[in-house]
Nanobody, 120 residues
């Protein structure tokens, strides 16, 4: 069973930076999309950044120009560089990897999340 483990979260002051990492316990073949999602208590989980193979990254409007998603193909590691953080960026950040398995069948992997808290 492949596991995703996020790291890099923590407490930071507004204007600061954090770099989140998501490492898979083993190589995942056939990756078609990697993404980071954020969840705040009382709200639904939302996508903040996604990277589809062969396409440019896509970002939520609230993080455009501040967050950068990237991927290390050799290590099946996904990163989220977060700059100029704001208190509203506070939440639990989840890594998500989608891999192709067969026509009409994709495998969805999720990490357990890492807490990011931005103080004002």
């Amino acid at each position: 069973q492949v596991q995703l483990v996020e790291s890099g979260g923590g407490l930071v002051q507004a204007g600061g930076s954090l770099r989140l990492s998501c490492e898979a316990s083993e190589t995942i073949l056939g990756i078609i999309e990697t993404a980071w999602h954020r969840q705040v208590p009382g709200k639904e989980r939302e996508s903040v950044a996604s990277l589809v193979s062969g396409r440019t990254a896509d970002y939520a409007d609230s993080v455009k120009g501040r967050f950068i998603i990237s991927r290390d193909n050799d290590k099946t590691t996904v990163y989220l560089q977060m700059n100029n953080l704001r208190p509203e960026d506070t939440g639990v950040y989840y890594c998500n990897i989608i891999a192709f398995r067969a026509v009409g069948l994709n495998r969805d992997y999720w990490g357990r999340g890492t807490q990011v808290t931005v103080s004002s």
